[in-house]
């Protein structure tokens, strides 16, 4: 077994075991939001591995770095307490959790015997910048746009409730 495969499949299980750990830990959004990071920073790991270094780089910053710390900014300004989410709520989001879970297994176990067919060719510049920033700013202009006019009211949006608690 190569170095690069066993480093992918370290990456793929503290992906699947963190991201179970932001959706099992409830109680406590901060250590939820921090097993948030890891599943970014692991998955940002499987990006480089697969030499697309650019998507994983991107991956880190944006989701590791910004939309993260937005979160634990908000978590910690609105000051959310643990009644908020009490047994009668967390019993029903880890059944939800289980379903879904079950379902998406059940698809991935349906499309597994076609899924090992021969490498497709990658095109010459995947998962650079140039080809990246030529379609982001071309093709999904629009796209690009309405995301940061919707992370600019969730983040105006948050001040304005956690304010209101305040006074």
């Known amino acids: 077994m190569s170095v690069p495969l066993l480093l992918f499949y370290a990456f793929a ?3 699947i075991v963190s991201a179970l750990g932001m959706v099992l830990n409830v109680r406590n959004t ?5 097993s948030l990071v890891l599943t970014m920073v692991a998955l940002g790991g499987v ?3 697969l030499e697309a270094y650019l998507v994983g780089v991107l991956q880190i910053l944006v989701y590791a770095g910004a939309i993260v710390v937005l979160f634990l900014f908000v978590v910690m300004l ?4 643990g009644e908020a989410f009490g047994p009668e709520r967390q019993g029903l989001a880890k059944v939800l959790g289980v379903v879904v879970v079950g379902v998406l297994l059940g698809e991935f176990l349906w499309l597994l015997p076609g899924a090992f067919g021969p490498a497709a060719a990658v095109p010459e510049g995947f998962g650079g910048y140039r080809a ?5 700013f071309t093709n999904w202009l ?23 608690k305040i006074d």
């Open 78 to 81: 609105l000051n959310l307490r």
């Open 30 to 34: 901060v250590a939820g939001a921090m």
């Open 47 to 49: 990006y480089v591995l």
């Open 142 to 164: 629009l796209a690009f746009e309405v995301t940061a006019l919707l992370l600019l009211a969730a983040m105006v949006g948050a001040v304005v409730l956690a304010k209101r």
């Open 13 to 15: 299980v503290l992906a």
């Open 132 to 136: 990246l920033g030529l379609s982001l």
